[in-house]
């Protein structure tokens, strides 16, 4: 029984001289909804394609459902969901023709299911799949990723065309999908409050390599702002170590830290006589803060 569905272990990939992903170390274990994010170009879908074996690693390894990702055979193709980026169907074929003929390729599709989820989405069946809307044709490709129930779905930007009511209802199929605890999502999404919604942990790429990887609480635990007002002016160059950013004005200074404890709390307040107050930060907040460059 293979309990981590995606382990890689110094991944590498890269297109000519470019270097894409430099290392990745990523564990997604059975029953976790992981949420990764990155900015434009850290290599979200490169990694994705490397999982799926649409692209070959350079270096490194990978395993999926307990297999080489470049070597799947049909028996774990059945039981991986994926919605790509891209998405290309048959244009010409209706959409009810598009589902069923996706479902003849798997022994345990579920029919009821496909249906009930056509049907909350208001996917117009008749209708060729070229004449239907771009958050049409995103449902579309999430009832085909979804309709066997896989053990590993595996999403990129798998929402971004569906209006905010459509979201959260696709959301909640996800959580629907996933919460016996037998299966696993990896999905890639900017839009963090999806993230927020139905993510178990949090995967934040950064220069080619997974640079934050926590359970979502863990992470708002371990990252804060710190607020600090004194009746003097602090110094220009006003610095902490671990600090992940630094902002002054007057005498305020604000904080991004990492692992903030009474002992730091206490420091500041003694060493600069001030007021000090720790805020909690969403993960749209944490996101920036990781991610910023002085």
Same mark, same amino acid.
Request: charged share 25%.
């Given at each position: 029984?293979?309990?981590?569905?995606?382990?890689?272990?110094?991944?590498?990939?890269?297109?000519?001289?470019?270097?894409?992903?430099?290392?990745?170390?990523?564990?997604?274990?059975?029953?976790?909804?992981?949420?990764?994010?990155?900015?434009?170009?850290?290599?979200?879908?490169?990694?994705?394609?490397?999982?799926?074996?649409?692209?070959?690693?350079?270096?490194?390894?990978?395993?999926?459902?307990?297999?080489?990702?470049?070597?799947?055979?049909?028996? @774990?193709?059945? *039981?991986? =969901?994926? %919605?790509?980026?891209?998405?290309? #169907?048959? !244009?010409?074929?209706?959409?009810?023709?598009?589902?069923?003929?996706?479902?003849?390729?798997?022994?345990?599709?579920?029919?009821?299911?496909?249906?009930?989820?056509?049907?909350?989405?208001?996917?117009?069946?008749?209708?060729?799949?070229?004449?239907?809307?771009?958050?049409?044709?995103?449902?579309?490709?999430?009832?085909?990723?979804?309709?066997?129930?896989?053990?590993?779905?595996?999403?990129?930007?798998?929402?971004?065309?569906?209006?905010?009511?459509?979201?959260?209802?696709?959301?909640?199929?996800?959580?629907?999908?996933?919460?016996?605890?037998?299966?696993?999502?990896?999905?890639?999404?900017?839009?963090?409050?999806?993230?927020?919604?139905?993510?178990?942990?949090? @995967?934040?790429? *950064?220069? =080619?390599? %997974?640079?934050?990887?926590?359970? #979502?609480? !863990?992470?708002?635990?371990?990252?804060?702002?710190?607020?600090?007002?004194?009746?003097?002016?602090?110094?220009?160059?006003?610095?902490?170590?671990?600090?992940?950013?630094?902002?002054?004005?007057?005498?305020?200074?604000?904080?991004?830290?990492?692992?903030?404890?009474?002992?730091?709390?206490?420091?500041?307040?003694?060493?600069?006589?001030?007021?000090?107050?720790?805020?909690?930060?969403?993960?749209?907040?944490?996101?920036?803060?990781?991610?910023?460059?002085?």
């Amino acid at each position: 029984m293979v309990e981590n569905l995606i382990e890689t272990k110094n991944l590498t990939k890269g297109y000519g001289r470019t270097a894409v992903l430099n290392g990745v170390n990523l564990i997604v274990p059975k029953g976790a909804v992981v949420g990764l994010m990155g900015t434009n170009g850290s290599g979200k879908t490169t990694l994705i394609k490397c999982l799926l074996g649409l692209l070959r690693i350079e270096r490194g390894d990978a395993t999926v459902l307990g297999c080489d990702p470049w070597n799947l055979s049909a028996a @774990a193709k059945e *039981r991986l =969901g994926y %919605v790509p980026q891209q998405i290309n #169907l048959y !244009d010409w074929m209706k959409v009810d023709h598009v589902i069923r003929y996706t479902a003849s390729f798997y022994a345990n599709w579920d029919y009821v299911w496909s249906s009930e989820l056509a049907e909350r989405w208001h996917l117009p069946l008749q209708k060729r799949v070229q004449e239907i809307s771009p958050g049409q044709l995103q449902s579309l490709a999430l009832v085909l990723a979804i309709g066997h129930r896989p053990e590993l779905l595996v999403l990129d930007e798998p929402l971004a065309s569906l209006d905010p009511i459509a979201r959260r209802d696709v959301l909640r199929s996800l959580l629907n999908l996933s919460d016996d605890g037998s299966r696993s999502i990896l999905f890639s999404t900017h839009i963090s409050a999806d993230i927020e919604r139905i993510a178990t942990h949090v @995967a934040i790429l *950064r220069d =080619g390599r %997974v640079a934050y990887f926590a359970e #979502l609480d !863990d992470l708002k635990e371990q990252v804060k702002r710190v607020r600090l007002r004194t009746s003097e002016v602090f110094p220009t160059n006003f610095r902490v170590p671990g600090a992940l950013r630094t902002q002054v004005e007057g005498g305020t200074a604000l904080l991004a830290m990492p692992n903030v404890t009474d002992s730091l709390i206490e420091e500041l307040r003694e060493r600069w006589q001030a007021d000090v107050a720790v805020e909690d930060l969403n993960l749209d907040e944490i996101f920036l803060e990781l991610n910023h460059h002085d």
